[in-house]
């Protein structure tokens, strides 16, 4: 009796056994890259682009961590009151893990570190991408709509003439996405539990609306200036409404992956 058949037979006690051994063989986390080349050229290919990526990253992280006398950065909060310098916190470590990844599977091999791919691929699906996506929507919304300007000018500290713009706001957030797009194309990004990876987004966006509206009552520091001339009812009402988005980047963001990766590796319940 072959393998095949003892998985098929109900009854079989050694058919039960293997069954149960192919899944979790089928639950090791293996990373699956995009590409027709031999596996070693792919691998170094996705290596060099999350280095690249995650050098990009900490030279604008590095940038802000070291403005001095610059007003907002100063004040209460600092430059983490500001949701895309979070963000980009946030990405510039995803990246880092990723590099580690990288680096490291030729010597101990993906099932290894299945833990921390699983890890990464939650923080992609539950904080980093619908954060981004929300950031990059509402601000271009609202730039359109007149109202960011005094935001943006805040938010990015002055940069010298003859400087190189890395630390523009576009690298804060339009390029942030583009790098988190560029990375759900070439590694499979593999979805948990769809209840759990919404509780995360959920949960995160909450808490930095909490974080904005204590700013604003205790410490008189508004974030974004064009919520101080809304009214009570209208940051009450923005508060859901920013949940509501979020909840909506993520479904953006697992459809995205399900086209890029058909069938997409994911549980989603």
């Known amino acids: ?10 009854g079989c006690p050694l058919g039960k056994r293997v069954r149960k051994m192919s899944q979790e ?8 890259y ?9 691998w170094a290919g996705v290596t060099a682009a999350h280095l690249a990526m995650f050098a990009v990253l900490c030279h604008n992280v590095a940038f802000h961590l070291s403005v001095q006398g610059y007003t907002p950065y100063d004040s209460t909060g600092g430059r983490w009151k500001y949701l895309d310098q979070l963000n980009l916190d946030l990405v510039c470590t995803f990246f880092g893990g990723w590099v580690l990844c990288d680096l490291t599977q030729p010597l101990v091999g993906a099932p290894a570190k299945a833990g921390l791919i699983a890890f990464l691929d939650f923080i992609l699906a539950a904080f980093a991408f619908p954060t981004t996506l929300l950031t990059v929507v509402t ?12 935001s943006l ?13 890395w630390h523009d706001p ?21 979805y948990s539990s769809r209840r759990r990876s919404l509780a995360g987004t959920v949960a995160l966006t909450a808490v930095y609306m909490a974080w904005v509206s204590y700013l604003a009552s205790s410490q008189q520091v508004w974030v974004y200036p ?33 086209k890029l990766w058909s069938p997409l590796s994911k549980n989603v319940d």
């Open 139 to 150: 601000e271009a919304a609202l730039w359109y709509g007149g109202m960011l300007v005094p």
């Open 1 to 10: 009796m072959t393998l095949q058949e003892m998985k098929r037979r109900p």
């Open 153 to 165: 000018r805040q938010q990015t500290p002055p940069v010298p003439d003859d400087a190189p713009r």
């Open 34 to 42: 995009q590409g027709n080349m031999a596996p070693g050229s792919v």
């Open 25 to 32: 063989v089928e639950q090791v986390h293996v990373p699956t």
């Open 170 to 190: 576009h690298v804060s957030r339009t390029v942030v996405l583009m790098f988190l797009l560029l990375h759900m194309y070439m590694v499979e990004p593999r």
């Open 226 to 258: 064009f919520m101080e001339g809304l009214s009570g009812m209208q940051r009450l009402l923005a508060i859901p409404v920013c949940i509501v988005l979020s909840v909506v980047s993520y479904y953006c963001g697992e459809y995205l992956a399900s």
